[in-house]
């Protein structure tokens, strides 16, 4: 696959640290929730990190669907992802489940379902979820 982009961020200490991209546009206190055992501190974690990039990614596959549909899609569509964290039944360490709700206000439900159905398609997000993608690991 021919890559596009690319941009790299990294975290150090964990769920109770600091998170940055590269370049520095994202720079984020990690806190951990007090439902993981965390104090509750005010900054971010990785699910509300992932449930953002992930449905600011499905509505732009949203969008690039709709435009090759020729459907316009308003300003004020929205996708929003729940993330959830938690236990593996296998024991053998956490997983997450996500779902995604979708709103396109003044497009009919049925064309909705429709692009919503093509955009799980096309978005990388939903892909890499649906595929297990495989991610190498290396040390350095």
Same mark, same amino acid.
Do not use: W
């Given at each position: 696959?021919? +890559? ?5 961020? =990294? ?6 640290? *600091? ?6 546009? @994202?720079?984020?206190? @990690?806190?951990?929730?007090?439902? @993981? ?35 316009? +899609? ?10 959830? +964290? ?16 979708? =709103? ?5 439900? =049925? ?9 799980? +398609?096309?978005?990388?997000?939903? *892909? ?9 690991? =290396?040390?350095?």
């Amino acid at each position: 696959m021919p +890559i596009l982009y690319t941009t790299k961020a =990294s975290a150090t200490g964990g769920r109770a640290g *600091h998170g940055a991209s590269e370049d520095g546009v @994202l720079d984020v206190t @990690l806190t951990v929730p007090k439902e @993981l055992g965390g104090d509750g501190a005010r900054g971010t974690n990785p699910e509300q990190l992932f449930a953002t990039g992930y449905s600011a990614c499905f509505l732009g596959a949203l969008k690039f669907v709709a435009a090759k549909e020729k459907v316009k +899609i308003p300003d004020d569509a929205k996708v929003t992802a729940t993330v959830g +964290i938690g236990p593996r039944e296998d024991g053998g360490g956490f997983g997450i489940e996500v779902s995604l709700l979708v =709103s396109i206000p003044g497009v009919e439900k =049925s064309v909705a379902e429709d692009l919503a159905a093509k955009a799980h +398609i096309v978005c990388p997000y939903s *892909h890499a979820m649906r595929t297990s993608t495989e991610v190498p690991v =290396s040390v350095a």
